[in-house]
């Protein structure tokens, strides 16, 4: 196995690399599954699970990949809490941890923060299922990556012997930012800066944010909207000026977007766990398939599905759901991959993405051939579009179906959802519902849903046909009346909570403030 671009990298992962070759040796003696990442450019950069989360992505600009899938033991698996089955998905991805360690960092995520209900699922109707994936601290599904993976980062950190100061900086139109804020405070050795646009976010987004506790967190709001303060971060991670005046003081730069493996293994879990949970109550006969649908931005989630049916999951279709933004489901029909579009701001803002990330890791896993993605992904970065070979398309097709639903048809779905089935549901998993009608199968059908309809009250209450009332706040008790149910505390209390970032700054001063 060629190394070299692992000894490439910084600090001392040369020799750390050398031991972790040792322990794998003896592992491997024992039995266990060792798993190694590559980049989907380069089947030559190889590296351990700890530095695929500490490097985030590959020197030649690739996704890390893991090199095979490890085997679902189903049946041993089918009655574990939610904490226990993570422990055991993890162990299979991450071998340079200690599986001690992956089962407490499970149990300190996956129990209180989410309220006892990590991986509910609910029945909307007969076959029609929600898995509500927003009853964690920031009320969105984020938070089963950003919860855990600030611990895996933390551990990587030491598996590597790294001591530098990692500072993570993330541009964020509202969810990803609080998501991170809350799952990095108060961490050792890590400093989490947030910039969101000034007039980008909703008023509860912004307190998320403004109010967030700890000392290593900073939040500046940014004159702009997301693409300027967007635009601003990655101009400070592409200044080398940057990079050397940290370095002087031990500080590296890191992202947490969701490109990090880090944030993807831990989604791989719910499906499992909602296959389960199915399972149990007779919805699905043992071992036959079951239908997901995704609302998709950057195709992390419903890829972690994919992972999933790989380990031997038996999924039926993967059901790829997008806004008005709907280049994946161009893309799935036809083969066409083409950013060249206009691009609209809806109701579902997380799902507003013309550039999906992780599709490249799709791409390696069907063709298994890195030299094609790089050149597809050359091809993006320089036309802005790509095609792929009719039998690329068919394996993705294999797994994958897809539609997409503008605004209007969301708000009908949302005021539909709860008229018939009396479920209420956000803007973005109204999207999936609208599409998983399109697409069902014989199989049941779960719905992926992404957020609390609470965080966002107004385009709900008018989906409804109510009034919704200028403030946020108002506009959640409003929607707490209307559908008799209460809005969750940690959206509720954030009226009363001290704003303690309350700074404005301009794009260019981003620059200041990473170096701070
Ligand atoms: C981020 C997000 C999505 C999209 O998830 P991807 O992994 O980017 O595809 C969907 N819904 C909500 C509420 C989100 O926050």
Redesign the pocket.
């Known amino acids: 196995m060629e190394v070299g671009e692992c000894i490439a990298f910084k600090t001392h992962s040369a020799l750390i690399f050398h031991y972790k070759h040792k322990q794998n040796e003896e592992n491997t003696k024992m039995g266990c599954m060792i798993m190694q990442y590559q980049s989907t450019r380069n089947p030559n950069t190889v590296v351990s699970s700890s530095q695929a989360i500490l490097r985030g992505l590959a020197p030649d600009g690739g996704l890390f990949v893991p090199q095979s899938f490890p085997k679902a033991d189903l049946q041993a698996w089918r009655n574990l809490s939610y904490p226990e089955l993570a422990q055991e998905v993890l162990k299979g991805f991450l071998t340079d941890y200690d599986p001690e360690f992956l089962g407490t960092a499970a149990r300190n995520t996956y129990g209180e923060a989410f309220g006892g209900k990590a991986g509910h699922l609910e029945k909307v109707h007969d076959g029609l299922y929600a898995l509500e994936l927003w009853h964690g601290p920031t009320c969105?599904?984020?938070d089963y990556a950003l919860q855990l993976m600030p611990k895996l980062l933390v551990q990587a950190k030491k598996n590597l012997d790294c001591t530098e100061t990692t500072r993570i900086l993330v541009a964020t139109s509202g969810?990803?930012g609080k998501a991170a804020l809350a799952g990095y405070a108060g961490l050792e050795g890590i400093e989490v800066e947030v910039f969101y646009p000034n007039a980008g976010t909703s008023e509860i987004q912004r307190l998320q944010m403004a109010t967030q506790q700890g000392n290593n967190v900073a939040v500046y709001a940014v004159n702009g909207n997301f693409d300027d303060a967007q635009t601003g971060v990655k101009q400070v991670f592409g200044d080398s000026s940057v990079a050397e005046e940290l370095e002087k003081r031990e500080i590296r730069l890191s992202s947490a977007n969701?490109i990090n493996w880090g944030r993807l293994a831990p989604q791989i879990v719910y499906y499992f766990y909602a296959y389960f949970r199915l399972a149990e109550n007779g919805a699905v006969e043992w071992g036959k398939p079951v239908d997901f649908c995704?609302?998709?931005?950057?195709?992390?989630?419903?890829l972690a599905g994919y992972y999933a049916k790989q380990m031997g999951l038996p999924i039926g279709k993967l059901v790829c759901a997008s806004n008005r933004n709907n280049v994946l489901t161009d893309f799935i029909r036809t083969g066409t991959y083409d950013a060249r579009r206009t691009f609209y701001k809806t109701t579902?803002p997380?799902?507003d993405?013309l550039v999906?990330s992780?599709l490249e890791r799709l791409l390696y896993h069907v063709t298994g051939d890195a030299s094609k993605v790089a050149g597809w992904m050359a091809e993006l970065a320089a036309e802005g579009k790509y095609t792929v070979d009719a039998e690329t398309l068919a394996a993705i097709q294999k797994d994958f179906a897809c539609g997409c639903a503008d605004d209007a048809q969301s708000a009908e779905e949302i005021h539909t959802r709860y008229a018939a089935d009396h479920y209420l549901c956000?803007p973005?998993t109204a999207v999936a519902f609208c599409v998983a009608e399109s697409a069902r199968t014989a199989a049941p059908m779960v719905v992926l849903s992404?957020?609390s309809p609470f965080k966002f009250p107004r385009d709900v209450l008018k989906a409804l046909g109510e009034q919704a009332p200028e403030g946020d706040f108002a506009a959640m008790d409003a929607l707490a009346s209307a559908a008799g149910c209460e809005a969750p505390r940690s959206l509720r209390v954030l009226k009363e909570m001290p704003v303690r970032f309350d700074r404005t700054i301009d794009p260019a001063d981003i620059r200041t403030a990473a170096l701070k």
């Open positions: 969105a599904f984020k969810d990803t969701s995704v609302p998709t931005g950057n195709f992390g989630d419903i579902s997380s799902m993405i999906s992780n956000d973005h992404t957020a």
